[in-house]
């Protein structure tokens, strides 16, 4: 679990470093998203052994990847709100 924590401490420092430069920060985002949501499923893999105060957490972590997930790929649906759902889904995952 520890392994888990410091690659990801190191995947957002790595892309905090990037965001002096916007294009590269906004470039490594994707692959910040994509590696926290596959240490989010070995985190569910390994529930158990998760502190029951940590639980919580990972609960809000997943509602909100899951619902900045729906919304970019409803933008797609939407003809008005497009960009709006497209900012809103960025910023959260942002977050």
């Keep these: 679990m ?3 924590f ?3 401490k190191v995947i957002i420092i790595v892309n905090a470093i990037l965001f002096i430069i916007p294009y590269f920060g906004l470039l490594f985002m994707i692959i910040t998203g994509i590696s926290q ?3 989010f499923f070995i985190y569910v ?3 158990k052994s998760i502190a029951t105060q940590l639980k ?3 609960i809000y972590y997943g509602v909100i990847a899951s619902i900045s997930i729906a919304l970019l790929f409803m933008s797609k649906e ?3 709100g497009r960009d ?3 900012i809103i889904s960025m910023v959260l995952g942002g977050i």
């Design 2 to 4: 520890k392994t888990l």
């Design 6 to 8: 410091k690659i990801n």
């Design 37 to 39: 949501l596959t240490l």
């Design 45 to 47: 893999l390994k529930w």
């Design 56 to 58: 919580k957490h990972f």
């Design 78 to 80: 939407f003809s008005y």
């Design 84 to 86: 709006i759902a497209m």
